[in-house]
T-cell receptor, first 113, second 116 residues
Framework: KAGVTQTPRYLIKTRGQQVTLSCSPI?????VSWYQQTPGQGLQFLFE???????NKGNFPGRFSGRQFSNSRSEMNVSTLELGDSALYLC????????????FGPGTRLLVL | AQTVTQSQPEMSVQEAETVTLSCTYD???????LFWYKQPPSRQMILVIR??????QNATENRFSVNFQKAAKSFSLKISDSQLGDTAMYFC?????????????FGTGTRLTIIP
């Protein structure tokens, strides 16, 4: 079974631009979570989607948004990029049966200049 | 809110030796899970081991085992016969069960280097 995939793997943007990151979960997993990893703040939860609905959200500004499609693929969007948004963005999926365990993708490294 | 503390920012050990990484957490919950994730230089976060709080028996996965002390809120990871491929950042993580609204709370990580 293929693991969680994320595209693109690397991205360079400038301040003020917007960006969209994509995540495809493990086949059969309906839950997708997003995390931000930075040297200063560590790993922080952004939000989770399940069956196309956001069901959990972390403490991030409204510039960070997401959505999930009927095939469980998820996208995360960051508008009006700031330098501090430079980070590794990790996506994780989990199954309905094994709800406690999240499986991570390789991440998208975003650099904002 | 739950917090997870890893007090060892960096550790190093000779290949084939045993190393223990520490983790403490703070919660008022009774029903939760604890995890150790490994993040090698490739950046892929890999699940190493998990522990259910209601199980007294410590989890074991091959060379990896945990010492779970629920009353002390301690969850250490022991790596036996360490190998060069064990070099990575190790994150301790907590998840409380909340009817689908679960999320992981991570510690700050321990950078482990295995010396040949």
């Amino acid at each position: 079974k293929a693991g969680v995939t994320q595209t693109p793997r690397y991205l360079i943007k400038t301040r003020g631009q917007q960006v969209t990151l994509s995540c495809s979960p493990i086949s059969g997993h309906r839950s997708v979570s997003w995390y931000q990893q930075t040297p200063g703040q560590g790993l922080q939860f952004l939000f989770e989607y399940f069956s196309e609905t956001q069901r959990n959200k972390g403490n991030f500004p409204g510039r960070f948004s997401g959505r999930q499609f009927s095939n469980s693929r998820s996208e995360m969007n960051v508008s009006t990029l700031e330098l501090g948004d430079s980070a590794l963005y990790l996506c994780a999926s989990r199954s309905d049966i094994e709800q406690e365990t999240q499986y991570f993708g390789p991440g998208t490294r975003l650099l904002v200049l | 809110a739950q917090t997870v503390t890893q007090s060892q920012p960096e550790m190093s050990v000779q290949e084939a030796e045993t190393v223990t990484l520490s983790c403490t957490y703070d919660t008022s919950e009774n029903n939760y899970y604890l995890f150790w994730y490994k993040q090698p230089p490739s950046r892929q976060m890999i699940l190493v081991i998990r522990q259910e709080a209601y199980k007294q028996q410590n989890a074991t996965e091959n060379r990896f085992s945990v010492n779970f002390q629920k009353a002390a809120k301690s969850f250490s990871l022991k790596i036996s016969d360490s190998q060069l491929g064990d070099t990575a950042m190790y994150f301790c993580a907590f998840m409380k069960l909340n009817f689908g609204n679960e999320k992981l709370t991570f510690g700050t990580g321990t950078r482990l280097t295995i010396i040949p």
